[in-house]
């Protein structure tokens, strides 16, 4: 009858398959889903953008304007009404550096947006992976506590049969009820934790679904490459952004030329008489202008300084994740090596309290042995198929927690 319960479960377990979803679908649904990286996104076409804007700050400039003008009293050279057309060709010859500071500067800033992006990306993709085990987990430990709350339940009922028939007392049924009204309080608990994994899954990947398949990331080989992930390139390029703007306040420092021309076309209205031969109606002004700032009270040079110490922090904070990722790394390592020893060790234990709790529940059942004994090997058994399941899981997450560390997207390593 046992066997038939388990058998039943796993198959129930098997066939509840409708909308069964992946870990590779679900990872690149929430690339395309998840709210937060879409915002990303957005944010790194608007630095594209301002790059792009920057870039353009070389081009001359060509400014069209009008103007109307009325005077009183009215002269022989100062006409009642002027109104006047014009346009302005500006090019900015030398500005110091000024504006390749900036260019240079806004490419840190796209480069670091790009980084932001990647680096929360990964970030939601090992939460789902983490989250996507963590299911698998809980779900399994539900399948075990379900065949112990049905071999509880029917051995409720046996132990009732043997009082009714003056063979055992009610504290034995005491016991058993006990124990399985416990059992129960924990799949409740269980099944409420697995709701909230569930619900995190659905909320960042924007899909439904009844079953998440069985899934496994590929074993870490022992040739895979380092990398600096994208937490600490965000900061180092956020640092060259900042110096490059530090270059750009100096150049205030350097002499700037510019030449600009300037096209007017005038209109008189309300003269004197005879004075239109004294009055340009058209007239074209070519300029080049030189400055150079000599002195300004040292406040150029305190921006300056300001600017590089934001960089010299930004610095330090790519030093500080430098050697977090190697440390999370170094133990990544070490982790992986403990998930494989417990496997290892859950494995021989699961063969071990599977044979005794075959042995007492015979036992048991021919009245050799108490309901204490009996309850005590179900809960190691129970206990031990848990740790096994969750061995294999946790070793999953352990891998892309090592992918994670090494520089790597854990999403690239999924079979």
């Known amino acids: ?21 992946d870990l590779k679908t679900m990872l690149n649904s929430a690339m395309d889903y998840h709210p937060a990286i879409k915002s990303y996104t957005y944010k790194s076409m608007a630095k594209g953008e301002d790059l792009e804007a920057q870039k353009r700050a070389y081009f001359p400039t060509v400014d069209l304007g009008a ?29 110091g550096g000024k504006k ?57 009922e046996r132990a009732k049969g043997f009082v009714a028939a003056g063979l055992a007392t009610s504290d034995d049924v005491d016991k058993l009820q006990a124990a399985f009204d416990d059992n ?45 992930y994208d937490k600490t390139k965000l900061l180092e390029a956020k640092a060259n952004s900042v110096q490059d703007s530090a270059r750009s306040v100096l150049s205030a420092h350097i002499p700037q030329i510019s030449l600009q021309n300037t096209y007017t076309v005038l209109k008189y209205d309300d ?11 058209k007239k074209n002004t070519l300029m080049i202008t030189a400055n150079w700032r000599i002195f300004d009270g040292g406040q150029i040079l305190r921006q300056k300084e300001a600017i590089e110490l934001q960089s010299l922090a930004l610095k330090e904070e790519q030093l500080g994740s430098q050697r977090d990722q190697e440390s999370a790394y170094r133990l990544a390592k070490e982790r992986l090596n403990t998930m494989k020893s417990q496997i290892k060790s859950t494995t021989s234990a699961l063969k071990a309290t599977q044979s005794t709790y075959e042995i007492v529940t015979k036992k048991f059942e021919a009245g050799l042995a108490d309901n204490v004994a009996y309850l005590d090997a179900l809960n190691a058994h129970s206990a031990t198929m848990s740790r096994y399941k969750s061995a294999l899981y946790d070793y999953e997450i352990a891998k892309s927690l090592y992918y994670y560390f090494a520089g790597k997207n854990p999403k690239e390593y999924i079979k």
Not at 7 to 20: D, F, S
Not at 75 to 92: C, F, K, M, N, R
Not at 186 to 191: A, G, H, L, R
Not at 273 to 278: A, L
């Open 184 to 228: 129960n309080f924990t799949i409740d608990s269980t099944t409420f934790a697995l709701k909230e994994q569930e619900e995190s899954l659905k909320t960042q990947s924007g899909m439904t679904f009844d079953v998440l398949s069985e899934a496994n990331l590929v074993d870490p080989s022992e040739d895979l490459t380092y990398e600096t």
């Open 271 to 281: 003269m004197v008489p005879g004075s239109g031969d004294f009055l340009l109606d």
């Open 100 to 156: 390749s500071a900036l260019v240079s500067s806004k490419k840190w800033d796209y480069q670091a947006s790009i980084f932001e992006k990647e680096a929360f990306a990964k970030n939601v993709v090992l939460d789902i992976i983490n989250r996507y085990f963590t299911i698998h987990k809980l779900q399994a430990n539900l399948v075990v506590l379900n065949m112990k709350s049905k071999e509880l339940s029917y051995q409720i």
């Open 1 to 21: 009858m046992r066997k038939n319960i388990l058998i039943g479960i796993l198959l129930l377990q098997c066939l509840v398959n409708a909308n069964e979803i």
């Open 67 to 95: 103007n109307y003008q009325k005077n009183d009293p009215v002269s022989i050279v100062t006409p009642g009404q002027t109104q006047s057309a014009y346009v302005i060709a500006g090019l900015d010859i030398y500005d």
